[in-house]
């Protein structure tokens, strides 16, 4: 089955020694405008990150601006001409000479601190400015720059490459369940998971302005949003179209004047794209909740003067109750599982029992994805993984974090 883990404990941690999985590392830092978006260049049907990808999303406000040290305001200094005149010969008078105001300026210390609030802090999130990921990224980091970008892919590699300090994604929402891209891009990717952000997300219909609900044939938006809005849109009546995020979906809207469609997306994307809502929190339920990961290059260090998740994935051998003992591992310790998820085994989708093929002779091979209520600082919980080890064939620590418990 699959490759069997070589489990070593780091700080509390199981990490287990596995090869890498593909990320990269570049002591390149680059620092991308607010206004960019990261995409992946794609060469010969291979999926490659660009890098800093300089692509200004048209029409969109800067979410933060960014001051590059060379662009000092030097508004105040005076001309060089007035400084170099006579210079030399006025004394302790003399204005400052201004020397060459190219020259890097040094770091400080200043320059070093990032503040609780983050506002030194990059984080990468999946869409355009507007979009509901946005959202969770400055509830996560309320200072922070977001930086936009096309894919999770992108995200994630922005992280390893990076460019930026942390990628927020969406990883389950409570009526559209699990985002499966990003917990097979959690397992080839070697980031770890730092910190869950809940946000409540509500939908908001919206045209070009004079636009009636009537009158729209067609309604743009993320499949995500699309599907937790399915029954506003079953009586509407409305054809449906996938965008790649919900304010793109409005930026279309607004950008090519389509006056029979409408766009699902959140306010914030209707005030900045100059849409009009023509009818608000349009999700099937009223508690439309989405969680996100926050990732990181490093992981932290677990702790327990408060609640703490765990999230790991594993793999079992093939037999009868494996999965029922995978899981007493937790209950005999009474920690108590949030979240369980199975994904395809992509480099095995598909096992033949016998030759012959009779009967139900082909299955699949699964990864379980496990978050539990438990920091790997307890001993309950490490002793739970040692126990897993004896018999997963693989098991990986995704992140040991805080939980929100915040709406
Ligand atoms: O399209 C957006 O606005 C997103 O941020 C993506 C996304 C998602 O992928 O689930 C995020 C939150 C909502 O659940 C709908 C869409």
Not at 222 to 245: F, M, T, Y
Request: hydrophobic share 40%; glycine share 8%; net charge neutral.
């Amino acid at each position: 089955m699959a490759v069997k883990a070589m489990g070593t404990w780091v700080g509390g941690f199981c990490r287990t020694g596995r090869g890498d999985l593909g990320s990269r590392r570049s002591d390149a830092v680059a620092a991308a405008g607010p206004n960019w978006r990261l995409e992946v260049s794609r060469a010969e049907g291979r999926s490659e990150c660009a890098g800093v990808c300089a692509k200004p999303v048209e029409g969109v406000k800067p979410v933060e601006d960014v001051k590059p040290v060379e662009d000092e305001d030097l508004s105040s200094a005076p001309p060089s001409s007035e400084v170099n005149e006579g210079a030399g010969n006025r004394g302790a008078e003399q204005q400052p000479r201004k020397l060459n105001r190219d020259l890097p300026k040094p770091l400080s210390l200043t320059d070093l601190t990032v503040s609780s609030h983050g506002s030194n802090v990059r984080v990468a999130y999946q869409g355009s400015p507007g979009a509901f990921s946005e959202a969770a990224a400055l509830k996560a980091y309320p200072q922070c720059v977001a930086v936009p970008c096309e894919q999770f892919e992108v995200a994630f590699k922005a992280v390893e490459l990076w460019l930026v300090d942390k990628a927020v994604l969406p990883i389950e929402n409570s009526v559209g369940g699990s985002i499966h891209r990003n917990y097979d891009l959690l397992l080839c990717h070697r980031l770890h998971i730092v910190g869950e952000v809940q946000m409540a997300v509500n939908h908001c219909l919206m045209a070009l302005p004079g636009v009636k609900k009537e009158e729209l044939k067609r309604v743009l938006s993320h499949p995500q949003a699309l599907a937790q809005c399915e029954i506003a849109l079953g009586k509407l009546g409305v054809i449906r179209e996938s965008i790649d995020d919900t304010a793109l979906a409005a930026q279309l809207v607004a950008s090519n004047g389509l006056k029979d469609a409408g766009a699902i997306a959140s306010a914030r994307a209707a005030e900045i794209y100059g849409l009009r809502i023509v009818e608000e929190m349009i999700q099937d339920t009223s508690d439309n909740i989405t969680r996100f990961l926050i990732l990181a290059r490093e992981p932290i260090i677990p702790r327990t003067d408060r609640p703490f998740k765990t999230s790991v994935v594993f793999t079992l051998e093939e037999g009868p109750g494996v999965l029922f003992k995978a899981l007493a591992v937790f209950a005999l310790r009474s920690i108590n599982l949030t979240k369980i998820e199975s994904r395809p085994q992509r480099k095995r989708p598909l096992r033949v029992v016998d030759d012959s093929n009779y009967g139900t002779a082909k299955y699949f091979d699964y990864l379980f994805y496990i978050d539990f209520e438990a920091s790997m600082a307890e001993p309950r919980a490490q002793n739970a993984l040692s126990h897993l080890q004896e018999f997963a064939t693989f098991l990986r620590v995704l992140g040991c974090y805080p939980m929100d418990t915040s709406l």
